[in-house]
């Protein structure tokens, strides 16, 4: 099923592109151990822009969220440690991702049924896009992550770029605000905890 709606993406890319150059950037390619490597360590989502209902609605809940990615490259999966800042707490998750390596996509189990995007490396550094139902004007999706809180206007400007390819509008947009971070205690204590834990395995 992943395969044939990955087909699905890949036939609309042609006509994407003769319309708009810059929906080049929007192709997925596979997903190597380089790749893995690239999306590790700590990233923070910046912003995203959904017209599925449900993916928007949750989308504008969230204040401010970063997160962690620790591939496990033999295992064709990625850990995800979550820290989101939803009604002013700290929420915090530790889940993981599917890695599927052809298609360039990724998929998380969530609310009960496997959702799936396709990443997508940007030409800026240090940033990275997930997009989701390319192929769908009613639910298609962007969202977008940087290595830092704030981006520079050259990375922002690829992320609107990518937002025109889509047919959404920028006013769409739902922007993420660090100021709102409520999780920093918690990352701290988290990062505190895993060193004694390695400090007992080395001892």
Not at 114 to 143: C, Q, R, Y
Request: aromatic content about 10%; some cysteine; hydrophobic content about 35%.
């Amino acid at each position: 099923m992943a395969l044939l709606w990955a087909l699905a993406v890949l036939s609309l890319l042609p006509l994407l592109k003769a319309q708009n150059p810059l929906c080049a950037n929007l192709t997925a390619v596979p997903i190597t151990n380089a790749t893995l490597d690239l999306i590790s360590g700590k990233w923070f989502y910046i912003g995203s822009a959904f017209r599925n209902p449900q993916y928007n609605e949750s989308a504008r809940s969230i204040q401010a969220a970063f997160f962690f990615f620790d591939p496990k490259p033999a295992e064709d999966k990625i850990n995800l440690r979550e820290y989101q800042t939803i009604g002013n707490q700290c929420i915090y998750n530790d889940s993981s991702l599917k890695v599927y390596r052809e298609n360039g996509s990724l998929s998380k189990h969530e609310m009960g049924r496997e959702h799936f995007a396709d990443l997508l490396l940007t030409k800026v550094p240090k940033t990275f896009m997930l997009i989701n139902s390319l192929n769908d004007k009613n639910n298609v999706g962007l969202s977008f992550y940087a290595d830092k809180a704030e981006v520079t206007p050259e990375q922002m400007k690829e992320f609107h770029d990518a937002i025109e390819c889509t047919g959404i509008h920028k006013s769409e947009i739902t922007y993420t605000d660090e100021k709102k971070d409520l999780c920093g205690p918690l990352e701290k204590q988290h990062e505190e905890e895993r060193k004694k834990e390695k400090e007992k395995e080395g001892s």
